[in-house]
């Protein structure tokens, strides 16, 4: 099966700009996650979703990052406006129970804040 | 909230020997235990995982050993390789349940030389 896709690979801005993401999660998947990983340090989740609607969001910087999965598929993270803090590797990943609820990850978004 | 320890942080051995990485979670509903291998540049990926009806788990070179009482997991790597060079990553969740993110340990870059 097709993995989980993500764009861009890499992106460069400087800060107060916006940014966003785009994801694909495996077809079928209806959970997808956006997690933040942070040079050196393992991925944090920023926001789960089950098909459309929000599960968790309690740690995203809600200020300036929002997320969106309007028809349950693809997903969006926008960040606006870019802190230099926000330099980082954007993760999506998608389970489903007929997967075992394994998280299957993507190549991730690097983006650097300067 | 769930915290997860990882350690060591860099662990250096020689190809043929064995690697061991310890991990401890806080929280003692925590059920599923994932160990995820991340390449330099690429996506996470799972190696093994153990939930925690069960005390280990084994699949060729690898294994995952679960102490629920002590409330700590282990990966064991045996005959290592340089293509197991990686950071590995260790995380537990509430498997199941109506979130079931995942919360990472910091990892450990693991070098095999030849």
């Known amino acids: 099966e097709a993995g989980v896709a993500q764009s861009p690979r890499y992106k460069i801005i400087e800060k107060r700009q916006s940014v966003a993401f785009w994801c694909n999660p495996i077809?079928?998947?209806?959970?997808l996650y956006w997690y933040q990983q942070i040079l050196g340090q393992g991925p944090k989740l920023l926001i789960q979703?089950?098909?459309?609607?929000?599960?968790?969001d309690s740690q995203l910087p809600k200020d300036r990052f929002s997320a969106e999965r309007l028809k349950g598929v693809d997903s969006t993270l926008k960040i606006q406006p870019a802190k230099l803090e926000d330099s980082a590797v954007y993760l999506c990943?998608?389970?489903?129970?007929?997967?075992?609820?394994?998280?299957?990850f993507g190549a991730g978004t690097r983006l650097s804040v300067l | 909230g769930e915290n997860v320890e990882q350690h060591p942080s860099t662990l250096s051995v020689q190809e043929g020997d064995s690697a061991v990485i310890k991990c401890t979670y806080s929280?003692?509903?925590?059920?599923?235990f994932p160990w995820y291998k991340q390449e330099l540049g690429k996506r996470p990926q799972l190696i093994i995982d153990?939930?925690?009806?069960?005390g280990e788990k084994k699949d060729q070179r690898i294994a995952v050993t679960l102490n629920k009482t002590a409330k700590h997991f282990s990966l064991h790597i045996t005959e290592t390789q340089p293509e197991d060079s990686a950071v590995y990553f260790c995380?537990?969740?509430?498997?199941?349940?109506?979130?079931?993110?995942?919360?990472f340990g910091k990892g450990t870059k693991l070098s095999v030389k030849p």
């Open positions: 990943a998608s389970s489903s129970p007929t997967s075992g609820n394994i998280q299957y």
């Open positions: 077809s079928g998947h209806a959970t």
């Open positions: 979703f089950q098909n459309n609607g929000v599960v968790d």
């Open positions: 929280d003692s509903a925590s059920n599923y």
């Open positions: 153990i939930r925690s009806n069960v």
């Open positions: 995380a537990a969740s509430i498997f199941g349940g109506s979130q079931g993110n995942l919360i």
